[in-house]
């Protein structure tokens, strides 16, 4: 149970560098301009870029890490049926 506990905050870690990657770039690439009251100047393709790469980072850590973790638990965690109990 730890292990699957490590890998699940592992996979949050990454997700949430993605995430914090995405909102950095909209931060300095539109709200501080608007704010500064310079105009929008903003690197769309920069934006862009993280608006594709963070669904991807999360389904890669979904099919690769978790969902085999998930499948693995449920092999082990299957209770046995006896016999006599039926």
């Known amino acids: 149970m730890r292990r699957r506990n ?9 997700i949430g560098i993605a995430l914090s990657q995405l909102v950095n ?10 704010l ?15 608006v594709i790469t963070v669904p991807g980072t999360v389904l890669g850590i979904y099919v690769v890490v978790v969902r085999p973790l998930n499948r693995r ?6 209770p046995v049926v006896d016999r006599d109990d039926l």
Request: net charge negative.
């Open 6 to 14: 490590v890998v699940e905050l592992t996979a949050a870690v990454a």
């Open 25 to 34: 770039a909209i931060v300095e690439g539109v709200i501080i301009p608007v």
């Open 36 to 50: 500064a009251g310079v105009g929008i100047d903003t690197p769309w393709r920069t934006i862009l870029g993280y």
């Open 73 to 78: 638990h449920e092999r082990v965690s299957t």
